[in-house]
């Protein structure tokens, strides 16, 4: 229990960080949000956004309702050493059954990320997936087979790049 408390603590601390190094008025160049269509139908889609060299690929397939709309956010920090990517509905809960989903960040190496769903409950915020729900890799972030609970409504990555000083 306490490493997984310590993990936890790691975790929040490189997001706290990058939301320290990413302003809100960052410019354009270092961020983006974009809107897309998460589809029904169970066909596997992929929608990807990139700032420079760094891209963000999202890939699912759902069942269920009828076209949701979703955001993606990319950032890069100031120093060009952390890229974060974010998948969210902004409306909360998704009414689709996720049967897989993926992000894929290029041109980085996964430091923190964490894959959540909203309860039905009004007004609750997103809950974090079990940990056994999805894996981390190095540069994925991906559904588990057979233990993936098919609700998804936010999913974030933050990598370090390979950004080397001169």
């Known amino acids: 229990m306490a490493t997984q408390n310590n993990v936890c ?21 270092r961020t983006k949000t974009v809107e897309f269509n998460v589809k029904p139908g169970g066909v596997v889609h992929t929608f990807t956004e990139a700032i420079r060299e760094y891209e963000c690929s999202f890939t699912y397939a759902s069942q269920g309702g009828t076209n949701e709309q979703w955001l993606m ?17 902004p409306q909360g809960k998704s009414y689709l059954f996720f049967t897989q989903f ?14 959540y769903s909203q309860t039905a409950a009004a007004g609750q915020s997103d809950m974090p997936l079990k ?6 890799g ?7 087979d057979g233990k993936f609970s098919a609700q998804l409504s936010k999913l974030t990555a933050i990598g370090r790049t ?4 001169l």
């Open 9 to 29: 603590a790691v975790n929040l601390a490189f997001l706290l960080v990058f939301v320290l190094i990413v302003p809100v008025d960052a410019s354009s160049d």
């Open 73 to 89: 956010s990319v950032g890069l920090s100031d120093d060009d050493r952390l890229f974060s990517c974010s998948v969210w509905r």
């Open 102 to 115: 993926k992000a894929e960040l290029k041109g980085t190496k996964i430091e923190y990320a964490n894959a």
């Open 131 to 136: 940990p056994e729900e999805f894996t981390i």
């Open 138 to 144: 190095d540069s994925t972030v991906t559904h588990r």
């Open 162 to 165: 390979r950004h080397d000083e």
